[in-house]
């Protein structure tokens, strides 16, 4: 690349697009199976094809996008698989309203003409995250990107649901669902979402047939009464044991129903008498079951009241039948009372419609067989999940498993592939012509395949190994599958992970694997190794992101106001594992600064290798050894530390620790002090070839910094890395890790270097505190006790001079009392510096007194706001915390102000 000289400002947009551009048409992502290397695999949570993105898919993608940098920097074969979701529901939904805005619908078009338009339209704009995921930097394999609907994914979702089928796996019955009437689809379990909700209870009276008696039952849903088909009552309530086997006849509607008795009712809930709707509750629905009851539905499928109920409700609206019933049950007089509930409603996960249960023939898989290998494999470690708290949630549900209700009534998906015969007989298989056969049936026999998509969340369970060409046997999948890690938001655990882990152990088990023989233990079978389970972002008032808040900003402006690397370093920073992150983009100055201020110190290293060095070449192949100081000793332990905490933190999945450690060496170490150190050189009078090993060190250091930054700012350390050296077509993205092996952690050269860096920093307050123009020179006065340092002073004062202007060091005894001199203590040691000659110590003295006045008058403004218990109960915490925070500050400031005073005073 070009060694022309950086510009002195970094601006991102001249950076990000070439590079990336650079990198992926050069095939910098693709991997290929390379047996000469570890696999490193690691497959993207498909996002919905109608989504953008979201600050939660920075985070994600960001967290897969390092660790995938990083482990192709360490030498394996790494391989970023993307692609994205059919999303069912929502695609659907997206084309409805694109057909309503002309006027029409999908009934008018049609199945088949409507699904021509669903590709269509995702032609057009499904691909619009996967180009934003490009401007955030991730490093995928665009060569293997995937979609759950591509015909490779589509047979692998036919292969497995017949192979459950032929299993007993899947099977298909009348049950109750999770209905939404909007969607007019049935919904798993995962798909709905239950939140506290005020409503009420009524309380309605029923006659006892041939008695004067009446029962009293209670509902939060009264137009389901219309549907009861019993009473219950618990066997063992005294109150109710006369009118087991007797009969209540059902008020408005006048149908008699049996009064039974079973141990599931709690007689402490309201009256302790229960109404049983056995087509509209799914606990109704068991205790239907179990007592042989009639499952009466009385709505359909928008949610309006049917023809089973009586006609002036037939056609209503759920909601506008219960507030029509009430009035008529009130009228009637069997309306006893209505109290306040306060329950658990379903929403549906989409469009937030109140779910309804509902009885209706669909397909289930069932999951107990599946639920027990993968519960096994996250308890005996073979899977670890980041945090670990996260393995009692995925037990508790694993422990808990219902059956997968799998189908739904919508036509954009993977249409289930069983065919009907004329005499209602069915079977799973490929084609028409398969299941001809299957039938024993003649080819001219018309068969009838299922309506029914399946859920969208049976083609993404099978995306570990369908994405790898599975069922085809191949190179791929065997050397890519089992993933290592997979990073993920926690509230899909149950939708996603647990079922991958159950589908990979399934359908890969007597597949080949890595070494060609049939696979079979636990770790051959797994997905995945390790689990990451995101934070989430949450605004700085702690409100979840969302749109409808308003107060989720577009990662697309984020990145054109800051840039990539500024907003990828930035999550990263402020994202501890299993800790929500508080996020606003102007914390995306955190980024910016750290790429201005790497930016900074690779110019001036480069200009100095222009005036040290000329044309000359130099190689940052290995570590120049020659004329070593302290400084470079301890730049060169404190890299050993920051490679091997670095390393560590990220295997540990803490990558914000992991920011924090490149943070604090490349801000602090490299360019506060080391680069400060080497000036002293490169200013100095050291002959030239000295400078120029000393200028090869700095930029070799520089290096192995840029390269542990690359997995999160990949596009400033790239352009910055190819001006330091001639890389001759090399680039960093495929560079080597650092591994600190050939460097050395030395704690007695740190512990040198931290007492030269406190004495400047001694000397630095001191001259803050005392106001001393930085212009003038400091003589210092030092006392030691204990340990001698005084060998310290002498070999390195150079280093006092230049980044403290200290000209002269002299040692005193311990009885010995400097005279008007402020003073620090480092370890055992005390400086002073004498402040006669230094400020015009009267002047100095008037100005502390007045600054000391001043500050005390806001201390005391502001203990008189906090005592106020008006102002810290009504203001809101944020503002409260601010005037604590300045009276910390200001007391602070008081007690250094008065010191100097008294240094002044001696």
Known sequence: MSQQELPKIYNPKDVEDKWYQYWETRKLFHATVNKDKKPYTVVIPPPNVTGILTMGHVLNNTIQDVLVRWKRMQGYEACWIPGTDHAGIATQNAVEKALAKEGTNRHNLGREKFVERVWEWRKEYGGTIIRQLRKLGASCDWERERFTMDEGLSEAVKEVFIRMF??????????????????QTALSDDEVDYSETNGNLYYVKYRIEGTNEFGVVATTRPETILGDTAICVNPKDERYKHLIGR???????????????????DSSFATGMMKVTPAHDPNDFLLGQRHNLQQLN??????????????????LDRFECRKRLIKDLEALGVLVKTEPHVHNVGKCYRCGTVIEPYLSDQWFVRMKPLAKQALRVVQNGTIRFHPDRWVKVYENWMNNIRDWCISRQIWWGHRIPVFYAPDGTYVAARNESEAKKKLNLPEETPLRQDEDVLDTWFSSWLWPFSTLGWPKQNEDLQYFNPTDALVTAPDIIFFWVARMVMANM????????????????????????????????????GRKMSKSLGNSPDPLDVIAEYGADALRFTVSYLAPLGQDVLFSK??????????????????????????????????????????????????????????????????GFHLNDASKILYDFIWHDFCDWYVEFAKTRFYGDEPVEVKQVVVTRALWVFDQALRMLHPMMPFVSEELWQHLAERNGESLIRASFPTGQNLSIEPQTEKEMAFVQDVINAVRNIRGENNIAPSKDIHLQVRIAGEKKDDVFKTYSKYLAKLARVVSVEMIAPTTKPKMSSSAVVGNTEI??????????????????????RLSALIQSIQNKLANASFVERAPKNVVDREKEKLANFTSSVEKLRTSLKHLSA
């Not at 298909?172 to 909007?182: A, D, H, L, P, S």
């Not at 009385?298 to 309006?304: F, P, S, T």
């Not at 049917?306 to 037939?314: F, G, L, S």
Request: proline content about 4%; aromatic content about 8%.
């Open 247 to 265: 009969t209540a006849i059902l008020p408005i509607v006048g149908r008699r129903l049996p009064i039974i008795a079973d141990d599931y009712i």
């Open 586 to 651: 102007e914390k995306c100055e955190i980024g910016r600064n750290f790429a201005n201020k790497l930016w900074n110190a690779g110019r001036f290293l480069l200009l100095n290798k222009t005036e040290i060095c000329g044309d000359k070449k130099i190689s940052l192949d290995s570590i120049p050894q020659e004329h070593l100081d302290l400084a470079d000793r301890w730049i060169l332990s404190r890299l050993a530390g920051a490679v091997r905490d670095f390393n560590a933190a990220l295997n």
């Open 166 to 183: 032929d299993k007993g796996l899947v099977y298909r019955g009348k049950y109750i669902v999770n209905w939404c009437t909007f969607h």
């Open 506 to 541: 399934e359908f890969l088990k007597g597949e080949p694997g890595r070494n060609g023989k049939p696979r079979a233990s636990d770790e051959e079978l797994v997905p995945f190794r390790d689990v990451y389970f995101t934070s989430i972002i949450r605004d700085m008032q």
């Open 298 to 315: 009385v709505l359909d499928e928008k949610g309006h009241m049917n023809e089973a109920v009586p006609k002036q409700y037939e056609g």
């Open 832 to 853: 002073f510096v004498p402040l006669e000659g230094l400020i015009d110590v009267d002047a100095e003295k008037i100005r502390l007194e007045k600054e000391i006045e």
